[in-house]
């Protein structure tokens, strides 16, 4: 009989604007790393490739980009990073990626780009295990010092972001693959909140890897073919 290996899980931390993510995946990246998990971090955007150089840009205000333009770039910069995510899976690896495909379909569609038109670019990309969306109340968001210069920092923007937030959490349905943490906490709380729903995949799964919103996709093909 041939040896079953599990590939690595695929765990991504989502959430608005100075909900902690960067925190909570550093913290994560350490005790999964102390637990002896081969892991690895991602941040999207990456900022450091060819076209990250210039969503860093349009991000910082010294440039200007038509919004579809600009949704298709941070998409392009997450198929950068889809062959590399595959292999490291089925190498056994576990991903931690600090923000995915959902922070664009949040930000753009809050932005008044149809919801479907945003999420299309980005359905085939490998489907994380579990999404745990660090949901931070404007209220605590607002005491965790003020708004950098970036563009999206603005309050009335990320009310309309958390809102596109839960329409992603709905559709995306129960099953566990995604799950809203509340980010009001202190970090200690939040980090064994968080912690509790990764360890269980520390040491990889049996599933297999999944593509984003594809299913869906083939569903409402064949129902629009047979109804
Ligand atoms: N964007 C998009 O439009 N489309 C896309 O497809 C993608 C992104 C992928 C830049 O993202 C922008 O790109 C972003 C969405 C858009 N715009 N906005 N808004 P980014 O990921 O590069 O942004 P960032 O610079 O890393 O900021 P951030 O991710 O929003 O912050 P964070 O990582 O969530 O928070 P943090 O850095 O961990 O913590 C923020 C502060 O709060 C810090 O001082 C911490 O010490 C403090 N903190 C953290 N946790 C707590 C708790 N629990 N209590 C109290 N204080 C805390
Ligand atoms: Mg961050």
Redesign the pocket.
Known sequence: MPEVTKRGAFVV?E????????????LLLEQLRSAGVDVKLL???D?TTTIGKV?DSY?RKESELDDRA??LL??A??WEVASSIESSLRAGTLILC???????????SA?GLPYTWCRAP?AGLPAPDITLL?D?SPE?QA???G??A????QTE??ER?RAAFERVGDEMGGGGRWVVVD????????ARELWRHVEPLAQGTDEPLRRLWDEEEERRRVSELYL
């Not at 600090?98 to 753009?108: M, N, P, Q, T, V």
């Not at 980010?183 to 939040?190: K, L, M, N, R, T």
Request: net charge positive.
């Open positions: 931390i959430g608005l604007d100075r909900s902690g993510k960067s925190t909570q995946c550093t941040k999207v955007p900022r969503i991000l600009i949704h941070f998409s910069n997450r600090d923000r995915y495909a959902f922070s664009g379909l949040a930000f753009s932005q980005d660090l931070v605590a005491k965790r010092g708004f950098g970036e563009r999206y920092e923007l990320q972001v980010a009001d906490a202190e970090q200690e709380a939040v």
